[in-house]
Structure formats: C-alpha cells, structure tokens
C-alpha cells in the first residue's frame, strides 16, 4: 500500500517531524495550532538523543503517539547513518502506533529555510556537504504556497570540475533574486567561487529543521502522499550506496 487519501481528511494534522540526516538532530510537533521544537547540533550520537527529544515535544503537548495524524521525517539525501537512522526510527514508531509516514527531502526543507531568511528570494540552490569532495544539490522556485517551493529537474550529486559549474537549471532565472543554502558553500571552495555574479545571498551555516519539515509534510500530507511504514524509506542520491534494507527501530 503506497497511500492512503483516508489518512488526509484534516485540516491541520498532528504531525511529528524529525531528522537525524546531517549535524542537526532536530524534532518538531505541530498540534492545535501549536508548535513544538527540538534543535541540538552534535558531531556525534543522534540514535541517543532523538528518541528521548521526541518524549520530550510529547510529554510537553500532553500527547502520546497514537494521538498522532501521521509522522515525517528527513529521508536525504545526507549522512549514510543519520538518514538510515531517521528512516528505521520512522517505521518503528509508525508501527507501534499504527500511522503513516511523510518521508521528506532534506534539500527541499533547506530551501524553505532559505525562502524565510530571504522573503525576496524567489530561487534557491541547495548544496549540503556529501564528503568525498562531493554535494547533493538541488534547485527550487518559490510558489504561491507557503512552505512548498517547486523543484526545478531533481536532486543530485555532483563531484570533480562540476562543482565550479553554477546550476544549469537557475540560468533561466538569472534575472531573479537566487540565494544559496547549505554548508557545502563554506565546506569547499570550488562551490562558493561557482556563486559569483549570480546569488544574491548565501546562507552557508544552516542546518535543515524538523519544523521546515513539518511545512513540507503538512502539505504532501494534504495531498494524500503519506505512505504506510513499511515504505519510509532512506534517499541516498548516490548511485554506489548498497540499500540494505532498513530495521525499523525498536
């Protein structure tokens, strides 16, 4: 079962977003018009410390899991472990409570970030460090929905030469106002020397948020696209990732 329209018939769902897929271990819970968050940065032990930051935002809204609509959570690209982390935490917690998931890209929440710190931007690159002297990119355009900007061709990773090339996708668009997110703008110079005489701003130190997250999910979530546990699913981008199948966490 891939989706389910049954699973969007509210207006405002109780969503519980979260994301293990860079530095950032970030939870957020919207409910009643309410909104929760959790942001830690850490080099290291997410898998310790997402699980008790979820009890947290539900113990603080007085909820449990099953009071839930459904949960998000970042699916990548990024980190090989934090993504499969976030994906295996994910299934656990949808299955144990019976809901179903919105998987989210992690570049797409960067871009709404970077479409609230710059309101008049209307294009965003979104380059994330993928190691390896290599990114995950992707573009987007603002829309007229708040929180859904519109992917221009697909995400990718790009490596070598390619990293001094600005993205083909924004030429059209070199007349607009194009900002930059990701910390792959300061991890390497041949990226940051590509934003000459295109990018209006860049925003090199973000992190994606659970709470750009829930804005995303909110909105697939209303079309219909969550999907049942057993197909939340990690999104490396990297063609040599081995996909071993994902163990929900316990």
Known sequence: MSQNTAWSHKDSPALLAFDTATEACSVALQYDGQLLVRFEELDRGHAERILPMIDEVLREAAMTLRDLDAIAFGRGP?????????????????????????????????????????????????????????IYCASYQRTSVPGAPAILGQESVVGGNALALPPA???????????????????????????????????????????????????QFAAGCAVSAELALPVYVRDDVVRAPVTPMQ
């Not at 931007?121 to 994330?128: I, K, L, N, R, S």
């Open 78 to 134: 990024g980190a090989f472990t934090g993504v499969r982390l976030a994906a295996s935490g994910a299934q656990g917690l949808a299955y144990g409570a019976n809901l179903p998931v919105v998987p989210v890209s992690n570049l797409a929440a960067l871009a709404v970030q970077a479409l609230q710190l710059d309101a008049a931007a209307t294009h965003v690159w979104v380059a994330t460090d993928a190691r390896m002297q290599e």
């Open 169 to 219: 996708e924004l030429t059209p668009f070199a007349s607009t106002r194009i900002v930059a997110i990701g910390r792959a703008l300061s991890a390497y110079p041949a990226v940051a020397a590509r934003l000459a005489g295109w990018c209006a701003a860049s925003f090199d130190a973000a992190l994606p948020r659970a709470a750009d997250l829930l804005a995303l999910a909110s909105q």
